[in-house]
């Protein structure tokens, strides 16, 4: 084996390098969750152990003369227990990002001539397909107890895709604090945080029966469009403007955490390490 | 050994516990808030159940007291599982298993910080909550709830380390925590027992924490402190920890190799 | 057999006109606080060389290489990897080194094979060629058989071995090393070693730092030594050696015996002030000279009763020019400076006794 001289790559070659890496990174984003226990169990066995527990203990809430029609509170719950999967998939995936910087495996990709931001694009490949599994596993669960997708198969794709988009705009958030703290403890903090924002959301409960302040702020947070768009393929019909403002709201988070994610990448490249 | 010795290592392993906290502040906070947090989220999102027919209160916020309690009790135990099981990999639990200190000692030191730090995040949920409105249960009342919850970190400290020395490491965290939050929330938590629907009625309905639960709300809820209200809880919890305890016991037997 | 023809012929064409693999002038990285990790050092690496960087822990070593590697940005001066400004032209720079750095950069998760499959997908290497190459370079650093085991159940010196060998996965012009054997085993180390020969027979530039002056003694062509962020003397080791002194020998002769041996001894070398009643020449040819020595000694009837050759050792060196041991950099040489305690190791409480 005697060294090669590298000649300079075109640009097109380049983009399909960058994209051939950020699927390997998000390969192994998904397999590290798989391997690893401990990160699978806040993305999907304390949620599903949560819509299970939730739903019968407040189930009679159907009875509410406010609240919508639904079949049946877990129609209702399963679009919750699916954005509160994914909010946490995107939080454990800023973790690895964060144990990656800690154990210097990201100098492995700093070094080697890939775009600086495939290390984040990467990750968030893997949340997306995280995601996308938390969709289906929960459309599989809530199938198997009773509940119905009132607009079915168009209605499951939609759900998929909201679902899996959101995991990636919320997980640049995960992302934007670990680059920025180099800690996976920082991150992990950020746990109580996804819950706040859900429970100021319509995730759990109708908007309007709500409690104020919450029901206020919920009127105007963007997870809650984004849960009405997971939620009524299965309680109803996806209307053009709820899929208009899910992802509007998807595409709003999105650009300030992506925003957020590459300004840290870019100080803690111009920083060093 | 003597019982002046037994003492000074109890407390000895009681200070360690409280070093960690202040040593890694940071680390504690969201241990400590979380349970005011979800406590203030739950009211808020299911604060609306109680225009159900057959929930006769008037605040879902002071419902909800006991459960966040509670809860902050199982974290607390939690965490010294894992602290346990920390300590277990990096080897410093091995200096503990070879001092002639006798193992019911070592149980106790370890257990009896987690109950009393229990009663800090108690401390932040009931300060919020009184501070938004929620019912005074007065002193008999708070004093049974102190007792309860300081009880259930002392169950919950006990589950922990016996499943942090049976795993021997930290992934083993997860367990730690579900095991809890679920014996919390399949009681009475979200509703009174006639309201929770099919499978998790059952389940409260002998769910021995359910009794626990029911002698702290009598305070905050309802009619006020009763023998009769708070006998039951009283008993199941003690039935529980004694049970964990010796489960503890036997585990940390075992693991002297 | 076309493809490796090609190859060659490109190599050459392009790189008959670099001579230099690794260049720097006045490299500086200062850190938050003033701090000069590496304050104004000038390299020249040629190619084909193994060149170490020699120096205790703190001495700015990782820092330069990371500069090199384009991981860390210089405060001040320049550098240039096979041709390329590590600044101006980081990319170019990436293509062409291959890197295993001091903490090795492995995720216990992965598997080795998952891991160099992967670093050859960094760089952009066909997947088919990129399966084969990864195999290959397995095979030759003698993974294959724990490659698909996870990382994590890994020895130090599996590491070491899975590191070097993805990071030769692209086959690189420039190899840098960071303290490639610290920590390992003396039959680990030797292995490495032997693999670093080999590349380097082969054509690659090594650029490797350890604190280890047996491993810059035995594999470089040029050693640069370092202490707080500045190269204080660079060249062979053995030029760098006969700077400090010549070998020595002691002779401590029998009781009894004839002690009028200059005239002897003077052949080999300059008779040095005897040292506790041993006679001490310089032998330039160190321990292959003695067997003449005793020869002649014997010849004249003088009575030996032990010898004692003295090297000079890289540890001399750096104690020369900086007053402290390279290796137990605690102990100060004789009349140096003030030793620096390690920081005392905060103690769990323990459980009292009775």
């Known amino acids: 084996m005697s060294p090669r001289s590298a000649s300079e790559p075109g640009p097109a070659a380049r983009l399909l390098a960058n994209l051939r890496v950020i699927g390997a990174l998000g390969r192994r984003s998904v397999a590290q969750t798989f391997r690893r226990p401990q990160l699978m169990a806040p993305i999907l066995i304390f949620p599903t152990i949560l819509l299970a527990i939730q739903t019968a203990g407040a189930g009679r809430a159907v009875d509410l003369p406010q609240f919508p029609e639904v079949n049946g509170f877990l129609d209702f719950m399963l679009a919750g227990a699916m954005i509160q999967a994914t909010l946490l998939a995107g939080n454990s995936g800023g973790i690895a990002l964060a144990v990656d910087l800690e154990i210097g495996f990201a100098d492995r990709l700093f070094a080697a001539p890939v775009s600086r931001y495939s290390i984040i694009l990467g990750r968030l490949a893997g949340t997306a397909a995280l995601g996308a599994l938390t969709a289906v596993w929960f459309i599989v669960i809530g199938l198997a107890f009773g509940a119905t997708i009132e607009q079915g198969v168009p209605g499951v794709v939609m759900m998929i895709l909201f679902v899996s988009l959101s995991a990636i705009a919320f997980g640049g958030i995960g992302a934007a604090v670990a680059l920025r703290s180099g800690s996976a403890s920082v991150v992990q903090g950020l746990f109580p945080i996804v819950f706040v924002i859900l429970f100021l959301s319509n995730a759990f409960f109708p908007a309007n029966l709500l409690l104020e302040p919450a029901k206020t702020i919920a009127e105007y947070n963007p997870l809650t469009f984004i849960v009405d768009g997971v939620r009524e393929p299965v309680v109803g019909s996806l209307t053009p403007a709820s899929f208009a403002e899910a992802l509007g709201s998807i595409a709003l988070v999105g650009a300030i955490s992506l925003g957020l994610s590459a300004l840290a990448l870019r100080r803690r490249v111009r920083l060093g390490g | ?257 | 057999m076309w493809r490796h023809l090609r190859r060659a012929l490109k190599s050459s064409a392009l790189q008959s006109g670099r001579v230099t693999a690794i260049e720097a002038r006045a490299l500086e990285r200062e850190f938050e606080g003033g701090i000069r990790a590496v304050d104004g050092v000038d390299l020249r690496v040629a190619k084909g060389e193994i060149y170490a960087f020699l120096g205790p822990n703190g001495a700015g070593k990782t820092t330069t290489v990371r500069m090199l590697t384009t991981l860390l940005r210089p405060t001040g001066g320049e550098a240039a990897v096979a041709g390329h400004d590590v600044v101006a032209d980081a990319g170019e720079v990436r293509r062409s080194i291959g890197v295993a750095l001091q903490e090795a950069a492995l995720d216990p998760l992965m598997t080795g094979r998952e891991l160099i499959r992967l670093q050859a997908t960094l760089h952009a290497l066909p997947a088919a060629e990129g399966r084969a190459r990864s195999d290959e370079l397995l095979r030759r650093v003698g993974l294959s058989e724990a490659a698909d085991r996870r990382i994590g159940t890994y020895s130090g010196g599996m590491r070491r071995r899975l590191d070097l060998a993805s990071a030769l996965v692209h086959e690189p012009e420039v190899l840098f090393l960071d303290e490639p054997t610290t920590g390992l085993d003396p039959v680990s180390r030797k292995a490495i070693w032997e693999e670093v020969v080999k590349l380097n027979r082969e054509g690659t530039t090594v650029f490797l730092t350890t604190q280890y002056l047996e491993e810059a003694d035995q594999l470089a062509d040029r050693v640069g030594i370092i202490s707080a962020g500045r190269l204080v003397a660079e060249g062979t080791p053995a030029a760098l050696k006969a700077e400090v002194g010549l070998p020595r020998l002691e002779i401590t002769l029998a009781e009894g015996s004839p002690t009028d041996c200059a005239h002897v001894l003077s052949r080999f070398g300059e008779q040095l002030p005897a040292k506790d009643g041993a006679l001490v020449v310089e032998l330039p040819q160190g321990a292959a000279g003695i067997a003449p020595v005793v020869r002649a000694l014997d010849e004249a009837g003088v009575l030996v009763e032990s010898l004692d050759l003295h090297e000079p050792s890289l540890d001399d060196v750096f104690v020369e020019q900086t007053g402290r041991h390279l290796e137990g950099a605690e102990q100060p040489a004789a009349g140096g400076a003030e030793p620096v305690a390690p920081p005392a190791a905060g103690e769990p409480e323990a459980a009292p006794r009775t």
């Open chain 2, 1 to 257: 050994m003597s019982p002046a010795a037994d003492i000074a290592t109890i407390r000895a392993l009681v200070r360690r516990a409280a070093n960690e906290i202040l040593r890694v502040p940071g680390a504690a906070i969201p241990g400590v808030l979380a349970p005011t947090i979800f406590f203030l989220g739950l009211s808020a999102v299911f604060g609306n159940l109680i225009e159900l027919r057959g929930f006769d209160v008037d605040s879902y916020l002071s419902w909800l007291i006991p459960i966040s309690l509670l809860q902050g009790a199982g974290f607390t135990g939690a965490a010294t599982g894992v602290n346990l099981a920390r300590d277990i990999e990096q080897g410093w639990f091995d200096r503990l298993l070879v001092s002639p200190a006798p193992r019911p000692v070592l149980l106790a030191g370890l257990v009896l910080s987690a109950s009393l730090r229990s009663l800090i995040p108690a401390a932040v949920l009931l300060t919020v909550g009184f501070a938004l409105g929620a019912h005074w249960p007065g002193l008999l009342g708070l004093a049974i709830a102190v007792l309860l919850v300081m009880g259930m970190g002392t169950l919950a400290a006990c589950w922990s380390v016996t499943v942090a020395l049976r795993f021997k490491s930290q992934s083993a965290a997860p367990l730690m925590q579900a095991v809890m939050l679920v014996a919390i929330l399949t009681t009475t938590a979200y509703a009174p027992l006639e309201l929770l629907t099919g499978w998790l009625q059952e389940v409260a309905r002998y769910n021995p924490i359910t009794q626990v639960v029911d002698a702290i709300r009598q305070g905050f809820v309802g009619e006020g402190v009763t023998l009769a209200g708070t006998w039951p809880g009283v008993v199941a919890l003690a039935a529980l920890v004694a049970a964990l305890a010796a489960l503890a016991l036997r585990g940390m037997r075992r693991t002297a190799y």
